[in-house]
T-cell receptor, first 111, second 113 residues
């Protein structure tokens, strides 16, 4: 079992470009989450999906959109990237318990 | 709102020294409390957790006790190793809030041989 996978691992964008970060899980979990990690700020929730077909905003949703494609996949889209979105992005999943399982992360740099 | 405050780092220790990272929380209701660890270049892994008052979570020689009276969940290890060098995050979640995690800022720990 791969657990939680994220693609790509690294990405460099120019300001204004768009891209989609992919997350997939084989844990049969209902809930999926997108976080960003910035130095000195811990992880902050961008969007989450409590179940297939639903999505909700987290703490820092501006500039992002998400799609819960099916139970396995949850993508994060940057429509017009800005330097402030330079960060490390983590996807996480949770089943019926309160424990979240994290992917390896995507390191994004916006020039 | 719900929040977590943890000890600022960085922390540098010698091998076999004792480690304590302080963590306090503010929450409405009764949260579950977690310590996650992030090794260099990797994602976060659950280190330990506790779901109710006076519970003690433990793993890999680390321990933390859920103290409701002091709203704390301090992480301790009696004898650290170089392999414990990592960033440690304290976090909480509430069932009433869809189990969304609220994280502390993280504490970087470096253990020297």
């Amino acid at each position: 079992n791969a657990g939680v996978t994220q693609t790509p691992k690294f990405q460099v964008l120019k300001t204004g470009q768009s891209m989609t970060l992919q997350c997939a899980q084989d844990m049969n979990h209902n809930s999926m989450y997108w976080y960003r990690q910035d130095p000195g700020m811990g992880l902050r929730l961008i969007y989450y999906s409590a179940s297939e077909g639903t999505t909700d905003k987290g703490e820092v949703p501006n500039g992002y959109n998400v799609s819960r494609l099916n139970k396995r996949e949850f993508s994060l889209r940057l429509e017009s990237a800005a330097p402030s979105q330079t960060s490390v992005y983590f996807c996480a999943t949770a089943g019926d318990t309160d424990t979240q399982y994290f992917g390896p992360g995507t390191r994004l740099t916006v020039l | 709102g719900d929040s977590v405050t943890q000890m600022e780092g960085p922390v540098t220790l010698s091998e076999e020294a004792c480690l304590t990272i302080n963590c306090t929380y503010t929450a409405t209701g009764y949260p579950s409390l977690f310590w996650y660890v992030q090794y260099p270049g990797e994602g976060l892994q659950l280190l330990l957790k506790a779901t109710k008052a006076d519970d003690k979570g433990s793993n890999k020689g680390f321990e933390a006790t859920y103290r409701k009276e002091t709203t704390s969940f301090h992480l301790e290890k009696g004898s650290v190793q170089v392999s414990d060098s990592a960033v440690y995050f304290c976090a909480l979640s509430l069932r009433s809030n869809d189990y969304k995690l609220s994280f502390g800022a993280g504490t970087t720990v470096t253990v020297r041989a």
